[in-house]
Each structure stands twice: as structure tokens, then as C-alpha cells.
């Protein structure tokens, strides 16, 4: 466990380089997820061959989840930020060497080292907003999360501009990835300070471990509902792009944009989150979530053309938006465990870019990937049944 003190200056500071990083990230990973159709073009890759390399970026992030408490008590948000960041900017421009290349095992192995890094900047990051959000005691996890909404779909307007530009992915990673070093290696200076803890005195109980907090069963709970929350939203990340060329016929820079909106969506919802949750309460507004996640889902796969599915977009976008958010929040309540739950539950969500891109992507291969994204709707009812276990703890 870590103790951070802050003055009122170093929180504000604080929020705003939170709020930052929660960007950058948006912003790396939509300049991935919007040009998935030019991968699948220069890697001659089918749908579910696109899905079996997506899950070399999961097997990367969940090999290095597990660790990520333990690796932010030990060395702090800030610098694990640094160096999650510097990794993942490494491998993103070996995942653009690669496609100069035209190798698939080269990148497969990129994105490996690329989703260790992304997994391990997530909880750090999220662990970052909780402590700023218990310090200013009011709800604000939505709104950075909304950042990396925002980052995403900024990342996505220039991917589809660069997509009709001619521009080829491998310049348009490299450029990213030289800008996520820099940002990573500077913004962290305005997190909280970080302090290790001392050794507790004699009498006095042993902070929980890493380990304890998958004993506990509200934190596994809350982890099944992120599970369902990041499958429904990693699904309109990796292939609402794919499914808007495939399904209804456009070009990639359209899909692109349909992606974009879905983002746009997240981002607004996000930004009014924290009013909203506070209003209506955390568990009221997962299940309102959940259900419209599932009729934007619905209308994006059943529409006949680009404005209904646009519709549709928009509204899964607006449902997907508040459930992770909530879900990190709801690990976080008790700050003495925040780091070791806020892992757990991470590690658990994470499981479905696991299991969610290949599955999709086969069964898209039998279906195509258009109708395929139904299969969600069975994780988004999991989560609306589950909700109720992320009430917020009473103050002790």
C-alpha cells in the first residue's frame, strides 16, 4: 500500500495530469482499433485470423494485470506510468516495423509486449483517478475515463483522415508511439506524491495482500459485471470499424467514422456521468446502462444503413460509457485494498479481450462479424443481473 498526501495545489495538478493520461491511452489505443481493416489488408489476415492476433494484446495485459498492484505499491502510480508507457511505445513501433515487413509473427509478438504495457498504464492510471476521487469526495472517475473517450476518438478522427489521406498505418504508429513517450515520461510528475508504506507497528494488523482480495467476493462480483462492461465495450472498439465494411458496405474511412461516433458517444456520457451517478446512484445507473448497451447493440447489427447504424452506435456507446468507470470505483471503495482490488477486477475484465476477439472473429468467419456482435448481448444481461454488487461501501 502506498500513503499519498497532497496539498489542495497538487490535487487540482493532480486531476488534470490524470485526466491527461487517461487521454494519451484513448488516444494510442483508437490509433490501433480504428485501422484494424488496413491490418487485415497488409497482414492479407481473415476476421477470425485478425481475432487470434488481438489476442496476443490480451495475453500481453493479462500476463502483467496480476502484478500491477504489487508493481504500483511498490514503486508508485507515477512510475509505473513511465515505464508502462515507455514499453508500449516500444512495442507500438515494432508493431509498425512489423507491417513494413508484412510479418504476422513479428507483430503478433509487438502486440504482446504492447498489451503488457497498456494493462499495466490501465490499473495504474485507475488507481491514480480512485485516490484523486476519494480526496475530492465526489464522483470523477467517469469524466477520466471520458479522457480516454476522448483520446480514442481524436485517435479515431485521425485514423480515418489519415486512412483517406493515403497515409500508411506504420508512420501514422510510429508517429504515435514517439509522442506517448514523451507525454508518459513527463505528465506523471503532477501525480500525487507517493509514498511507501511504513511497517505497521507492533499490535497493529498487516495490510491485506495482493492475494486476499480474490477471496473477496464482492471484488469478484465486480469483476464479473466489468468483465460483461469491457466485453460490451471492447466489442465496439475492436470491430464496429470491421463490421460497418463488412455488414453494411462502406468504405474504411466510413467505418472509421462510425467507430468514431461510438466513442463520441462514451466521451459525452462520461463527461456527465459523475452528475448522473451521483444523482441516481452507482447501482440504478449500471442497469440503465446495460440496457441501453444492449437496444444500441441491437439497432447498430439490424439496421439497413449507415444512419440507423450510426443511431445505434451512439446509443451502445452511451450505455457502454459509465459501467467500467463504475466498476473501478466500486474495487476502490476501501482505499487500505484500493491497489490489490482495483488489479483483481482489471485482471477480470481483461479476460474478455481474451476471450472476446477471437470468439467474435470465428464465429464472424461462420456468420460474419456484423451478426456475430449479438453474441454480446448475453455478457450485457450477466452484468444488469449483477449490478447490485457495486453499491458503494458505507463509510466506517
Known amino acids: 500500500m502506498s500513503v499519498n498526501i497532497a496539498t489542495a495545489p497538487s490535487l487540482r495538478a493532480a486531476s488534470v495530469a490524470t485526466f491527461l493520461i487517461f487521454g494519451v491511452n484513448g488516444l494510442v489505443f483508437a490509433s490501433w482499433a480504428a485501422r484494424i481493416p488496413a491490418v487485415t489488408e497488409i497482414l492479407h489476415l481473415t476476421s477470425g485470423q485478425m481475432g ?16 500491477a498492484g504489487w508493481v504500483v505499491g511498490r514503486i508508485g502510480t507515477a512510475n509505473t506510468v513511465r515505464a508502462s508507457g515507455i514499453l508500449a511505445a516500444l512495442a507500438g513501433a515494432a508493431v509498425a516495423l512489423s507491417l513494413l ?70 508512420v501514422h504508429l510510429l508517429v504515435i508511439a514517439g509522442l506517448v513517450a514523451v507525454l508518459t515520461l513527463v505528465v506523471p510528475r503532477y501525480f500525487l506524491p507517493h509514498i511507501a508504506a511504513e511497517r505497521p507497528a507492533d499490535g497493529e494488523p498487516k495490510p491485506a495482500k495482493g492475494p486476499s482480495a480474490w477471496r473477496d467476493g464482492r471484488t469478484l462480483l465486480i469483476g464479473v459485471v466489468v468483465l460483461g462492461a469491457t466485453l460490451t465495450e471492447g466489442a465496439g472498439n475492436d470491430w464496429i470499424a470491421k463490421a460497418s465494411v463488412d ?9 472509421a467514422l462510425l467507430f468514431a461516433v461510438f466513442v463520441l458517444a462514451m466521451t459525452a456520457m462520461r463527461f456527465a456521468g459523475g452528475m448522473v451517478i451521483d444523482r441516481f446512484g452507482r447501482v440504478a445507473v449500471l442497469r440503465a446502462s446495460m440496457a441501453a448497451a444492449a437496444a444500441g447493440l441491437g439497432l447498430f447489427v439490424l439496421a439497413g444503413n449507415v444512419w440507423l447504424a450510426a443511431a445505434g452506435a451512439a446509443l451502445w456507446g452511451v450505455g457502454a460509457a459509465l459501467a467500467f468507470p463504475m466498476g473501478m470505483s466500486a474495487a476502490a471503495d476501501d482505499p487500505r485494498h484500493a491497489a490489490a482490488r482495483v488489479s483483481v477486477v482489471s485482471t477480470i ?45 458505507h463509510a466506517k
Open 247 to 255: 455488414g453494411l458496405g462502406t468504405t474504411e474511412s466510413t467505418g
Open 52 to 67: 487470434t492476433l488481438l489476442l496476443c494484446t490480451a495475453i500481453g495485459s493479462l500476463i502483467a494485470l496480476p502484478t
Open 101 to 170: 515487413a508484412e510479418s504476422v509473427p513479428a507483430t503478433a509478438l509487438a502486440l504482446f509486449f504492447f498489451g503488457m504495457g497498456i494493462g499495466l498504464w490501465d490499473v495504474a492510471q485507475n488507481i491514480e483517478g480512485a485516490d484523486v476521487e476519494h480526496r475530492l469526495k465526489r464522483t470523477i472517475m467517469p469524466q477520466f475515463h471520458a479522457a480516454f473517450s476522448g483520446g480514442a476518438f481524436v485517435g479515431a478522427l485521425i485514423g480515418s483522415a489519415l486512412s483517406n489521406l493515403g497515409v500508411s498505418l506504420p
Open 349 to 393: 475484465g481483461y479476460m474478455s479481450f481474451l476471450a472476446g476477439p477471437p470468439l467474435l472473429g470465428y464465429l464472424g468467419d461462420i456468420t460474419g462479424i456484423h451478426l456475430a456482435l449479438l453474441a454480446i448481448l448475453a455478457p450485457i444481461l450477466v452484468a444488469l443481473l449483477l449490478a447490485g454488487a457495486a453499491k458503494p461501501l
